[in-house]
């Protein structure tokens, strides 16, 4: 026979067409056979034919369960439903309950795991000079979106897991809104699903978060936030603790500048301060650095000679004028 020949389908006996060919493991499957499988099977290319019989008989008398399940509770995300009979322990997801859909009636005793999963990509931002070239914004800027994966892991004959989306567009870091929603939708699936809380998120790039943007009521250890958060790494604004980098607001930071009232252990401040680090204005209590002010120095000189002099500030200076507070030379 040649390559191109065409084929019988191994299930159901009809001719297969040209592109319309589903290699199995010992034979071959038409699409329209394919169609009739569960959309959660993925062994499809290394069943056998019996395998797929079999899956086939049990597509129908799922039918029957279709028909006797009564829907208790739903929850809708974008396309996917979670349909839930508590009268009977079952539960489905699908886009719709219906035979023609012939959704996979799961005992709810067969659920292995449930978690929400969130897929973050991020973009670096940049500007346009003026010679009209891209150039990136220093420190770097990027834009961040979210994907929400509930991951749901099964115990059944034919799949393993029921993973599924719940937004169709990626959410862009400042659709706050957004991004609650689907959290709480995610939660509230979880909780019914598996009668527990729901666990805390997981980040697909491997943070939980010490990494990226967030809004809203999070704890995050990485990069910029807003809301009402704690982080312990970079840019934030709102009521926050954090380790790392810069802030504004009310804030406990013990790495790098800040406004405001807070306390430091680091570098560059101005306001009501205490900081164990660098150059400092205001009231400040600094341990290393040269000051001006009310300040307290245990480490910068405090007289000079030849063509240096000393500001009634504390500075050291070498012009006509102070470098600090710009008072003349004496």
């Not at 039918?63 to 009268?87: C, G, L, M, P, Q």
């Not at 240096?308 to 507070?325: K, L, M, P, R, S």
Request: glycine share 8%; proline share 6%; hydrophobic share 25%.
């Amino acid at each position: 026979m040649g390559l191109f020949d065409k084929k019988n389908c191994d299930i159901c006996g009809e001719k297969i067409g040209l592109l319309g060919n589903r290699k199995l493991d010992d034979g071959n499957l038409c699409k329209n056979c394919a169609s009739k499988l569960s959309p959660w099977f993925e062994e499809r290319r290394h069943s056998t034919v019996e395998d797929i019989k079999r899956q086939l008989a049990y597509r129908e008398e799922n039918k029957n369960a279709v028909r006797s399940f009564s829907v208790t509770r739903e929850f809708s995300a974008d396309r996917y439903h979670v349909f839930i009979d508590d009268n009977k322990g079952m539960f489905a997801i699908a886009f719709n309950m219906s035979e023609q859909d012939n959704p996979d009636i799961v005992p709810l005793s067969a659920i292995t795991s449930c978690r929400l999963d969130i897929d973050e990509q991020r973009e670096e931002e940049e500007y346009t000079d003026q010679d009209d070239e891209s150039r990136s914004y220093v420190p770097p800027r990027y834009n961040y979106s979210y994907d929400y994966k509930i991951k749901l892991g099964v115990n059944t004959p034919w799949f393993d897991d029921m993973d599924f989306k719940l937004n169709t567009f990626s959410v862009k870091d400042h659709e706050r809104a957004k991004m609650m929603n689907y959290e709480q939708l995610a939660s509230q699936i979880i909780t019914a699903l598996t009668g527990a809380p729901a666990p805390a998120p997981v980040y697909s790039n491997g943070m939980m978060n010490q990494g990226y943007p967030q809004q809203g009521n999070m704890m995050n250890q990485g990069y910029p936030q807003q809301g009402n958060m704690m982080n312990q790494g970079y840019p934030q604004q709102g009521n926050m603790m954090n380790q790392g980098y810069p802030q504004q607001g009310n804030m406990m930071n013990q790495g790098y500048p800040q406004q405001g009232g807070m306390m430091n252990q680091g570098y560059p401040q101005q306001g009501s301060m205490m900081n164990q680090g660098y150059p400092q204005q205001s009231n400040m209590m600094n341990q290393n650095a040269p000051q001006h002010g009310t300040m307290m120095n245990q480490n910068a000189p405090q007289q000079t000679s030849g063509d240096t002099w000393v500001c009634a500030c504390g500075a050291t200076n070498t012009g006509a004028f102070c470098e600090y507070c710009g008072s003349p030379k004496p």
